[in-house]
């Protein structure tokens, strides 16, 4: 299906088939969700084993009771376990609660509201500030600068990350741009891995940037691959280790898609100046976290071995979803222009990018045919996304055949909306 | 030993002993701590069936499955038990992490830059707002308003709780002062448990206080009891109701001092339409709790009989150290003018007021000797005690033995002290 060369004859054709295709699916009245970011039950039951695991044994390797308060950025082992997840010393690794989101949060407040490396350094002092955000991007990190009213940029996304020519100009030409959000491992959503270039430019942005530049480095998908030989990220600590620039970079990460999505541990990776600030801001909002949870984790993931055999895990349940998606993308779409998309090596998400003025149209006859799709605009800052055509497909959750069958739909949905489209342009 | 009534004479010879006294015992270079508001070790043994409670199991009643993400205001077997510990309904109750502090943080943060009920209710539009604390306090309240830039008025407590004359004629008069900080049965640290009057006129006081008034409610011992027949605390809910000021109040409580204090369950009690503006906040910090952990206590406390029982166990390993501090300063001050304290009859501390001017000489005096105390001052906002006379005593973590050797070596302290202030004097 070609739509630039179709007659309106063609089209108007295509549209009753279509239509008439799409009734028969309205008719079935499913019930089909690709929305949800998480694992699947199936996938939690890898980590059934982490309640009981302690078997009354709470005390840490260094002697620490783990029940008691205290502890305010971690038990050694947990700061090891997240080094392993991570690739980086633990000795700069605080550990959280169970939300990485949380500490994103909180590092972002900290720097906005009472500077991260001093009153200072507080970026409100500067007035209304800026953060770039990578597009289409994860809606939960344009929250957090939307609740702190830091206004958002918004830089397209390559196969290689950011557009780097893009953020490089913007970051030199304005100093109130205080950092960038970044999924530099299977973007949420698109499955990019950051190339070495793009990880070696970021590092280098302290260099050129406006004073307290922090970029958010979100590694939530650090070690969840879905192929043999996946993709290695480049380490941007040790970029920044070359350039000087430690302290413009913060690293998180946490279990939540490795063992229970709700109950893991949660990990900050930053520079000795960072966390010093972080954690004199945390120590006034907890006495500490929960270790027992952390001591659970310690011993369920002991090294790094462990860690990505645990993985395996999760790429067997995953594995077949992803193809059911990407399979069915290919037969409907490889010899149109209806779409375009990538084929995530690893992650939570296939990125599907519509013709132009069609994703929510998409979204809407997806839904009224019983197959919930993530809002069309989420990806974007403040829900906008100017071309309205990217749709972020979550395909975990659902069974294999689930998602065949929402496939099909979505399919026929993007066919109509687009055939619909070019009809009234 | 009465030193108002003393001869010089009589005050040089006692000083001539006391530092007799007092060099024997840091020749005996001892070790020993009453600073810590924790379970003790035994304490925390008392719920080490929590971990493996499952048994698989991960499934809350309403079919939840704990492990994933979600679920931002908690369990409804959670909320229940929030409820059962706060005695109110759990419909009004949002559970968290590990920490009512965060919880509490939170809370103020939201009310004072975002708003409890909509941006216009922000407390930073008025300006430098201001809140009560009741002297002595709990430090790490304090601490949270220095954080978020509140400034702190100090009201004294009495044995009824705060002085509400002071209070209402404060609130009365300065639209600004925001809250009032309450820790209102067994009071850090002066164990006080607030009468049914106290509690009343805390209720009405959102009648007569400026615009967006919380009172932040922390009922952190609300079945710490240490006694039989324990004193009850009214409802303030219930009062707050009968006033239409459910809006004015905000209970907190957690499992810090029930279960694991590190690695408890934390609760908010408020009316809804401050749980819904706080969950408008928390859901861009957050994707939700623990909720594995919040079904391990729901199994472990399902009911409030199960609860009460549990505390049984509390109160059985804290009674003898409450009673080996409370001995000594009987023995040792009944019949003196050296110092007051009151029994309390539940809750972490026993509030030592030594005569003016003699709480740091005592503090730095039982430090030198090996008895670590919690700096004098501490419970006072920005750490400053005007009459420099309070002294916390926090018995629960060390053994009877230990309780009894430390408060040897605490007479000896407040008596050196005292005498030397009086011979300067």
Redo the contacts between chains.
């Keep these: 299906m070609q739509l630039d060369q179709a007659t309106q004859e063609q089209l108007r054709q295509w549209e009753t088939e279509l239509a008439d295709e799409y009734q028969r699916i309205v008719n079935q009245k499913l019930n089909l969700d690709l929305t949800r970011g998480?694992?699947s039950?199936e996938q939690?039951s890898l980590?059934?084993a982490l309640?009981?695991?302690?078997?009354?044994d709470?005390k840490a390797a260094d002697g620490t009771?783990?029940?008691?308060?205290?502890?305010l950025d971690g038990l050694p082992e947990a700061k090891q376990l997240g080094a392993n997840l991570m690739g980086v010393d633990p000795e700069d690794v605080l550990v959280g609660?169970?939300?990485s989101?949380?500490l994103m949060?909180?590092v972002m407040?900290t720097a906005h509201?009472?500077g991260l490396t001093g009153a200072d350094s507080a970026w409100k002092n500067e007035g209304n500030v800026k953060f770039l955000c990578p597009v289409p991007g994860y809606d939960?990190h344009h929250?957090?600068c939307?609740?702190l009213g830091i206004d958002m940029i918004a830089v397209p996304m390559t196969d290689a990350g950011p557009d780097m020519d893009k953020v490089e100009a913007l970051v030199k030409d304005d100093p109130r741009i205080k950092g960038m959000w970044c999924v530099p491992k299977y973007s949420n959503p698109t499955g990019v891995v950051y190339s070495d270039e793009t990880v070696e430019r970021i590092a280098a942005l302290g260099k050129i940037a406006g004073p307290n530049f922090r970029v958010f480095w979100d590694n939530a998908y650090a070690v969840h691959d879905l192929v043999d030989n996946p993709p290695e990220l480049a380490c941007v600590m040790k970029a920044c280790a070359q350039h000087g620039t430690e302290d413009s970079v913060i690293q998180f990460a946490s279990t939540?898609k490795i063992t229970?999505?709700?109950?893991g541990v949660a990990f900050v990776n930053a520079s000795p100046a960072n966390l010093k600030g972080f954690k004199q801001?945390l120590?006034?909002?907890?006495?500490?976290?929960?270790?027992?949870?952390q001591i659970?984790h310690s011993r369920f993931l002991p090294n790094r071995d462990a860690l990505m055999k645990h993985m395996q895990g999760h790429a067997e349940l995953l594995k077949p979803r992803f193809a059911a998606v990407l399979d069915a993308l290919n037969e409907a779409f490889a010899e149109s222009d209806l779409g375009n998309w990538q084929e995530p090596q690893g992650g939570y998400f296939v990125s599907f990018d519509t013709r132009p003025g069609c994703a929510q149209d998409t979204v809407r006859l997806a839904a009224e045919a019983g197959v919930k799709l993530t809002p069309a605009g989420a990806t974007f800052p403040y829900g906008q996304d100017p071309e309205d055509r990217n749709i972020r497909i979550a395909p975990s959750v659902p069974s294999v055949e689930e998602v065949k069958g929402a496939m099909k739909v979505f399919v026929v949905c993007v066919k109509l909306a687009s055939v619909r489209k070019q009809l009234a342009s």
């Design positions: 998480k694992p039950p939690l980590s059934d309640d009981g695991i302690l078997k009354g709470y009771d783990t029940r008691n308060y205290g502890g609660g169970n939300s989101l949380t949060f909180q407040l509201q009472f939960r929250t957090v939307e609740q939540s229970h999505a709700g109950a801001f120590g006034t909002c907890t006495i500490g976290p929960d270790k027992v949870n659970r």
